[in-house]
Every structure is written in C-alpha cells, then in structure tokens.
C-alpha cells in the first residue's frame, strides 16, 4: 500500500508496518499521524529488549516505499486522564518559583545568589528569599557572599545539611570552571598546531 492520499490517514492504535527508502522494516502501533508533514508516530517493541519500554520511532513518509496496514483500528481509544488538581498545584508552584526569581532579580541579588537558591531548591523546597538572604526551612539563613561560613542558624542537622550543599555547590561549580578551561587550552593548543 503506499503512503495515504488526501482524506486517508492512520487511526491511532492501528498496528502498520512499513518499509523505509534503507530497506528498513518497521513495525509498530501508530501513535500519532500529521496528515500536512506526512510525518507518522509507531510505538515500536524495544530494542533494549525489556518488556516494560517501549522505542518511539518518527517516520517521515517521504522516505517509506511501502505501507501495510496489519491492524487497523476503527474507533478512537480513550484519552488518558487528566488529574487536574495535580496540574494545579505544579503551575501553581511553577508560578512561585518564576516570581522567586523575579524578586531575587530585582532585589539586587548577585548571579551566584541566584544560582545557589535554585541549588538548594532542588534538594529542599522550602527555600525563599527573605530580602537578599536565602531562608531556608524558616531554621537557616544565607548571607551574602552565599559560602558555607555565611549559613547561620539553630546548631544542628539542618544547619549541618544546609552547609554540605552549599560547599558542594561552589565545588561543582569550581570543578566546572575547572574543566572548562582546559579545553579551552585543549582549543588554543589545537588551533595554534
């Protein structure tokens, strides 16, 4: 069969197989069909042979010799479900988390302020600012320059847990600076060859 003409099209959860211009056969479910590109979706058994994956193949029908239809499918299957409460809460915290940055922005903070807020972030959630001081868990303040010695707080694990993502950020960062340039030094070295 070859590729659809105008008015035909793919249903989704169709099973398909086709022959790409490489002499490639591909079989699979349809996952998505875009009529305009031509451009067709299959949801593919794994490569990696583990029963719980899945390869998602994008095929531009443009390169295809053949197409056949194993199984097609008439009616359209069910959407999953939204949990929109869920969708909620993340564009709410979403939300926050842009008008953090925007405070820290125009509060003054320095780029490594700002960096380090979202470090720590990552690990604890409750983290915001609090002028140009990092509050953390409402028990650990951070001070400008932002290092481990400018942590204050309640002696304990949080202060103690606070500090070692502090020092491991400005480490990562160090490290990052670190192997960047030496390949810039590996560049020049090979430009100047």
Not at 27 to 38: H, I, L, P, R, T
Not at 74 to 86: I, Q, R
């Amino acid at each position: 069969m070859a590729a659809p003409g105008p008015g035909e099209y793919f249903s989704v959860g169709s099973h398909i197989s086709c022959l790409t211009c490489l002499g490639q056969r591909l079989q699979g479910e349809v996952v998505a069909f875009d009529y305009q590109s031509k451009m067709l979706t299959l949801k593919c058994d794994p490569s990696s042979r583990k029963p719980t994956l899945y390869d998602v193949i994008l095929i531009n029908l443009a390169y295809v010799s053949e197409v056949d239809i194993i199984n097609d499918r008439t009616e359209t299957p069910p959407l999953a479900s939204l949990n929109v409460s869920k969708l909620a809460n993340r564009a709410r915290s979403e939300k926050e988390d842009k008008l953090s940055q925007a405070y820290a922005i125009s509060a003054g903070v320095s780029v490594e302020g700002q960096h380090l807020f979202q470090t720590i972030h990552k690990t604890i959630k409750d983290c915001k600012w609090q002028e140009k001081n990092i509050m953390v868990m409402d028990d650990v303040v951070i001070s400008p320059p932002y290092q481990a010695d400018n942590c204050k707080g309640k002696e304990g694990s949080a202060l103690s847990h606070v500090r070692k993502i502090v020092e491991k950020h400005f480490r990562d960062l160090e490290s990052q600076k670190q192997r960047s340039q030496a390949q810039q030094t590996q560049k020049d070295s090979t430009l100047s060859s």
